[in-house]
Nanobody
Framework: QVQLVESGGGLVQPGGSLRLSCVAS????????IGWYRQAPGKQRELVAR???????NYADSVKGRFTISRDNVKNTVYLQMNSLKPEDTGVYYCNSYPRFLNWGQGTQVTVSS
């Protein structure tokens, strides 16, 4: 089973940037589409961005133009560059396959606040 480890979260002021990383164990990672999911306080987990095995990307309307997802298959890593962060971006961010079928990792907390 592929294990996922997210990192890169933190506390940032509105308008700031963060870069999240998702490292996966197992070389079959490169065959999967991968998504970044977000769970805001009191809300259900939602998909915010995904990247196909071939590199095609798709974004939720709420993050389009501000977030960029990318992948490095040599390093088994998927990134989420988050710019112009807003308080409503606050939440725990997880990566997983898309559609989701892997076990969830521990996630990484992102807090956008002044």
């Amino acid at each position: 089973q592929v294990q996922l480890v997210e990192s890169g979260g933190g506390l940032v002021q509105p308008g700031g940037s963060l870069r999240l990383s998702c490292v996966a164990s197992g070389s079959i990672f490169r065959n999967y589409a991968i998504g970044w999911y977000r769970q805001a306080p009191g809300k259900q987990r939602e998909l915010v961005a995904r990247i196909g095995a071939g590199g095609a990307t798709n974004y939720a309307d709420s993050v389009k133009g501000r977030f960029t997802i990318s992948r490095d298959n040599v390093k088994n890593t998927v990134y989420l560059q988050m710019n112009s962060l807003k308080p409503e971006d606050t939440g725990v961010y997880y990566c997983n396959s898309y559609p989701r079928f892997l076990n969830w990792g521990q996630g990484t907390q992102v807090t956008v606040s002044s």
